[in-house]
Nanobody, 115 residues
Framework: QVQLVESGGGLVQAGGSLRLSCAVS????????TGWSRQAPGKQREAVAD???????TYLDSVKGRFAISADNAKNTVYLQMNALKPEDTGVYYC?????????WGQGTQVTVSS
C-alpha cells in the first residue's frame, strides 16, 4: 500500500522560509512525475513544482527563484524548500506522484504566510 505523508508546514511571516518533506512508503512502479501541488482557499489546486522522469524540473511561474524541489531516493523522501514566502503562497500543500494513469496524493500540510 502506497502512502505519502507530508510534514513541515506551519505559520511563517512574509519573507520567511519553510521546508516541506514528503515521506513515501510502499512500491510505486516507474513514477513519471514527483512533485508538489497547493490549494488556496476558494481556488483550484495547482502544480507548484515537479520532477519529470527523474530529470526535468518545472516550477509554477510565481515561485521560480524562490522554491526548490529535490528528492532523496535513498530516503524515499521528496522536499520542497520555500524561501522568500509571500502571503499568496498560503494554502494546503500536497505531495503528488504520478505513475502512468495512477496519481498518488498525500493528505496535505497547511502553509500560512502572514503579512
Amino acid at each position: 500500500q502506497v502512502q505519502l505523508v507530508e510534514s513541515g508546514g506551519g505559520l511563517v511571516q512574509a519573507g520567511g522560509s519553510l521546508r516541506l518533506s514528503c515521506a513515501v512508503s510502499g512500491r510505486i512502479f516507474k513514477p513519471n512525475v514527483t512533485g508538489w501541488s497547493r490549494q488556496a482557499p476558494g481556488k483550484q489546486r495547482e502544480a507548484v513544482a515537479d520532477i519529470v522522469e527523474g530529470t526535468t524540473v518545472t516550477y509554477l511561474d510565481s515561485v521560480k527563484g524562490r522554491f526548490a524541489i529535490s528528492a532523496d531516493n535513498a530516503k524515499n523522501t521528496v522536499y520542497l524548500q520555500m524561501n522568500a514566502l509571500k502571503p499568496e503562497d498560503t494554502g494546503v500543500y500536497y505531495c503528488r506522484i504520478v505513475s502512468g494513469a495512477v496519481i498518488f496524493w498525500g493528505q496535505g500540510t497547511q502553509v500560512t504566510v502572514s503579512s
